[in-house]
């Protein structure tokens, strides 16, 4: 039996993955969004959550496909009309955002599930599993890509609360915090701003444990989404986002993209079993950078 969810939020990222991976879920149906402007053809369109949760009580799962600041009031509202909630990466802009909306969850008895979607990529548990009996020293991740390409015109993700070039330098952390087997913390920071933005396009991190990040989203031509860990024999490397694993032992796993598919599939588990799941340890790394971080500024940067 399929159970219905509304799409809040109908932009590039709802485009591109949530929509197609509802549409190929057995386990849902896509039963109405929620946009100021946009729509899906043949699904009935909201412009107001409020009017949509009083209007379909029969829709018992909200997934909230927003900008990060202005999701925590969505999330909330949702919660309150008794719906459980699916939050797109980062779960909110603040820590302590999520904290409240994960408290409200248990005392009503719903799911949230803070999503992390490239831990649903390919070769993240196989790596997760070859590291977990071994010793890492070192470990680098090299993250880069093109803002024009993955958010052409979205001035929102170099406001406050749009972690510029951590928006998608968290899809690394996430990964990065799955597969290791020790947890690590950051020591330092060096975070490049530019001079007419307020989230920097840059970053380089400095973490225990010998583990070491570069973000950049200034990258043309093909991007680069890489994590070298070296263990106390062997080396292995994800590339393309995890979706390529390779080891100096000869493993070698590369698989489609099934990052959003396999999301809407832990959440109806979830669901199903009455949990929640809202691990922050990626987005706490990002407190950190941006507490830790000396700044350096660059020319300015314009869409």
């Known amino acids: 039996m399929e159970r219905k969810v ?29 946009s100021r402007a946009g729509s899906v053809d043949g699904v009935p369109a909201y412009t107001d959550l409020t009017t949509m949760l009083a ?6 799962v909200v997934s909230l496909c927003l900008p990060p600041v202005p999701r925590f009031a969505y999330a909330e509202a949702a919660l309150l009309a008794g719906r459980h909630v699916m939050l797109e990466k980062p779960p909110g802009a603040t820590l302590a955002e999520v904290h409240a909306l994960t408290a409200m969850a248990a005392e009503a008895g719903l799911t ?3 999503t992390w979607h490239s831990r649903m990529a390919h070769g993240v548990a196989e790596a997760r599993s070859w590291l977990a009996d071994r010793i890492v020293r070192r470990a680098h991740i090299t993250w880069r890509e093109d803002v024009r390409k993955w958010h052409p015109g979205q001035d929102w993700v170099f406001e406050p609360g749009g972690m510029g ?11 990065l915090t799955a597969i290791l087997p020790k947890p690590v913390h950051l020591t330092g920071a060096t975070l490049t701003f530019p001079e007419n933005r307020q989230t920097p396009i840059a970053a ?8 070491s990040a570069d973000f950049d989203w200034r990258q043309e031509g093909p991007q680069t989404w890489d994590i070298e860990v070296e263990t106390d024999g062997d080396t292995l490397t994800l590339r393309r986002g995890g979706a390529v694993l390779e080891t100096s032992d000869g493993v070698y796993s590369e698989g489609p993209d099934h990052e959003y598919p396999n999301l809407y599939a832990r959440m109806a588990d979830l669901v199903a079993s009455g949990q929640s799941e ?13 507490t830790l971080g000396r700044r350096d500024f660059t020319e300015a940067f314009h869409f």
Do not use: C, Y
């Open 6 to 34: 509304a799409l809040v939020g109908i932009g590039k990222i709802a485009r591109d993955q949530h929509v197609p991976a509802i549409a190929a879920s057995p386990e849902w149906e896509l039963a109405a969004t929620v």
């Open 55 to 60: 209007d379909r009580p029969e829709i018992g």
């Open 112 to 114: 949230l599930f803070a």
């Open 204 to 211: 380089r991190l400095v973490f225990t444990g010998g583990v």
């Open 165 to 175: 070039v951590f928006d998608p330098g968290i899809n690394a952390l996430s990964i």
């Open 278 to 290: 809202a691990d922050l340890a990626p987005m706490v790394h990002v407190a950190d950078a941006l």
